[in-house]
């Protein structure tokens, strides 16, 4: 047992385990699909990147998957309560970003990126979740 209710392992295969589900969860993300070279030559991609970047604030949240009588007075869970409300303010200025952007697509066709992003990670987040479980 570590330091403050830390478990920590000494088995290689642990910290193994979780590096390749962290390389999978990203490649799952597509991130190789945003080259900053992409964001001149084409605006969409550059709007498909901030939709997903919007959607990581969006559906990583981990404050509603504890336990309601759980206390948030530990530390962690204190920090963790604080990034998801600075998350949240983020999350506004995104919004309106992504509405004011000027790109040429359609409001309809903006939703629509906009939601293949979100389930995009909300499929990750929860395969991630099961993982963790």
């Given at each position: 047992?570590?330091?403050?209710?830390?478990?920590?392992?000494?088995?290689?295969?642990?910290?193994?385990?979780?590096?390749?589900?962290?390389?999978?969860h990203?490649?799952?993300?597509?991130?190789?699909?945003?080259?900053?070279?992409?964001?001149?030559?084409d605006?969409?991609?550059?709007?498909?990147?901030?939709?997903?970047?919007?959607?990581?604030y969006?559906?990583?949240?981990?404050?509603?998957?504890?336990?309601?009588?759980?206390?948030?007075?530990?530390?962690?869970?204190?920090?963790?309560?604080?990034?998801?409300?600075?998350?949240?303010?983020?999350?506004?200025?995104?919004?309106?970003?992504?509405?004011?952007?000027?790109?040429?697509?359609?409001e309809?066709?903006?939703?629509?990126?906009?939601?293949?992003?979100?389930?995009?990670?909300?499929e990750?987040?929860?395969?991630?979740?099961?993982?963790?479980?």
């Amino acid at each position: 047992m570590g330091g403050k209710g830390l478990i920590r392992s000494t088995n290689p295969s642990v910290y193994i385990n979780a590096g390749m589900a962290n390389l999978r969860h990203l490649g799952d993300l597509q991130f190789v699909r945003f080259q900053p070279v992409n964001f001149i030559l084409d605006p969409l991609c550059l709007y498909r990147y901030l939709a997903l970047n919007h959607a990581l604030y969006a559906q990583m949240r981990f404050i509603p998957l504890l336990p309601l009588e759980l206390p948030l007075e530990h530390q962690y869970l204190a920090f963790l309560r604080t990034l998801e409300t600075i998350h949240g303010r983020q999350m506004q200025a995104q919004i309106a970003m992504l509405r004011q952007l000027p790109v040429s697509l359609s409001e309809r066709e903006r939703e629509v990126v906009v939601g293949e992003e979100s389930r995009r990670v909300r499929e990750i987040f929860r395969r991630f979740v099961e993982e963790i479980a």
